[in-house]
């Protein structure tokens, strides 16, 4: 049986937006940890004064490649490849997780578990999808 098409149009433009939405937060962790500086940066999170500058500069990178991976192949109509990045958004929002959890700040990991969840949609409608 197949949907609808207006049913399908508006699970199109849903998913497009939370791929946005979470593709906008991404780039701007992602800009702030490669461009501002870690004194200004470890007022807003103080792990990044803690750990390496390469890991905090590694994990802006990873951002960024993230967020470019949720919206280059879907504009390329590769939506199964949109689905694999969402994935991998879901993996670096475990370790995110995990990583606060060990430094006892799990206070802290609402917003990985929020992307974690907007991911988990986008897999879930661009494989229904394809």
């Known amino acids: 049986m197949t949907e609808p098409k207006s ?3 508006v699970l199109n433009i849903a998913l497009w937006i939370a791929q946005l939405v979470l593709a906008a937060s ?5 800009m702030l940890k490669l461009f ?3 004194e200004k940066l470890s007022a ?3 792990w990044v004064a803690q750990v390496p500058v390469m890991l905090v500069k590694a994990t802006g990178i990873l951002d960024l490649i993230a967020a470019l991976g949720l919206v280059i192949p879907q504009l390329l109509g590769k939506p199964k490849l949109t689905a694999l990045a969402a ?3 879901i993996m670096l929002m475990v370790c995110a997780s995990i990583f606060h ?3 006892g700040e799990a206070s ?5 578990i929020m992307f974690a969840v907007i991911a988990a949609v986008i897999v ?4 229904r999808k394809a």
Do not use: T, Y
């Open 87 to 89: 994935i991998g958004i």
């Open 101 to 103: 959890i060990s430094r």
């Open 26 to 30: 991404l780039v701007w962790a992602s």
């Open 7 to 9: 049913q399908s149009n």
């Open 108 to 112: 802290v990991i609402g917003v990985n």
């Open 44 to 46: 807003m999170w103080p």
């Open 36 to 38: 501002q500086p870690i």
């Open 124 to 127: 879930w409608g661009r494989l």
